[in-house]
C-alpha cells in the first residue's frame, strides 16, 4: 500500500482529506496541502520548518494551518498528532514531526531482499562505482549491511542488522540506495508467501498483514520525499524490477515525483546481483534499471557513467 496511506484504511483517509476541506477555500485549501504531504511523509512525519521550506511559506502561515489540523479548529476533527520524535530546524531548535492520526511510529525494518523467499541480493561493484561517478561521492546507504559496505563505501550506512531502520531516519547528502526487496506491510515487516500459516515472516502462525505493497515503490517514495525535502541532494537508485515504472504511476503521494520524471538507465542485459558470501546470483526474472535524482550537473555525469551500460533516458 502506498506512503499515503500507511497506517490507515483508504476511506478514512479520504473522509479526513474532505473534513479538512470544510472551511474557506484559500485556507483550506493550504491546510489540505499541508495534510496530504504529512500523510505522505507516513511513519517519518514532517516538522513545521519542513513545512515552510516545502511550500515556501512563513512560519506562521504553516503553524496556524497546522494547528488547526491538531484539533484547534473546532470545526474539524483531529487530523495529525504529536509522534513523540523531535528534529533539528534550520536554526538548530529542537521541533515537533507531525503524523497524521492513525500513524503509528514504530516501524520495523524489513531485510534488504529482492523476492519474498530468495537470500540477499546486494549491487554488484560495477555499478556502485558508475554511482560514485555520478554522485562525487556517497554520503549514504540507507538500507545496506556490513558485506555491502565492503565495496561501497558510503560515508554512513544504516542496517537492520545494526537495529538501526534506515526508513525512519533522514537521508542526507548523496544517496545510494538498492531498495529491500519483496512485499511488505502497513508496518514494514517483509511478508512471505503463505506465511500466515508457516510463520515463515517471522511473525506466528495465524497472524495477518494489511496493505501489502511491493516493498521498493514504498522506498522509492521515501527517496522522493527526502529529495523534495531538500535532505538528499543527489542520488542513484537502483531499480530491481521495471515494474516499479508502471505502479509508482498509481496513488503517487502529492508533490513527490515518480521516477519517470528523472535520468534512467535501461541496461542492455539483466544485472547478475551479488549474494552473501561474495558469489554472483543467477540473473534475475525481471528487467533491472538505475534512476539518477539531481541537478544538470549529476544529469551529465550520471549519462557519462551509465552510457556504456544501456541506454540513457531523461
Known sequence: MPI?????????????????????????????????????AGRYGVTCDELEVAFERIHETISARVW????????????????????????????????????????LATASRHSSESPEHYTPGDIVERARFALGGIDLDPASCAEAQSWI???AYYSSENGEDGWMKPWVGRVF?????????????????????????????????????ASQKKWWFKLAFEYAAGRTTAAVFVCFSVEL???????????????????????????AYVR?????????????????????????RFREAFASLGRVVA
Open 153 to 155: 563505501k558510503a560515508g
Open 68 to 107: 488547526d489540523l491538531h484539533g484547534g479548529n473546532r470545526e474539524l476533527p483531529t487530523l495529525i498528532v504529536d509522534s513523540g520524535m523531535r528534529r533539528p530546524t534550520r536554526r538548530g531548535r529542537s521541533a515537533i514531526v507531525w503524523v497524521a492520526k492513525g500513524t503509528e511510529t514504530n516501524m
Open 177 to 213: 540506495l538498492n531498495p529491500p526487496g519483496g512485499m511488505s506491510d502497513d508496518q514494514q515487516r517483509p511478508v512471505r508467501p503463505k506465511c500466515r500459516e508457516t510463520g515463515s515472516c517471522g511473525l506466528p502462525p495465524g497472524h495477518t498483514h494489511s496493505d501489502v505493497e
Open 245 to 271: 515504472l508502471q505502479n509508482t504511476q498509481v496513488d503517487t503521494p502529492p508533490g513527490l515525483s515518480i521516477p519517470l520524471d528523472h535520468m534512467i538507465c535501461f541496461p542492455s542485459r539483466r544485472i
Open 276 to 300: 552473501p558470501g561474495g558469489g554472483v546470483g543467477a540473473q534475475p526474472p525481471h528487467a533491472s534499471c538505475v534512476v539518477g535524482l539531481g541537478n544538470e550537473a549529476f544529469r551529465a
Open 4 to 40: 499515503t496511506k500507511a497506517g490507515v484504511p483508504f476511506a478514512t483517509r479520504e473522509t479526513s482529506f474532505q473534513a479538512a476541506d470544510s472551511v474557506e477555500n484559500t485556507v483550506a485549501a493550504i491546510r489540505r496541502k499541508i495534510y496530504r504531504h504529512i500523510v505522505a
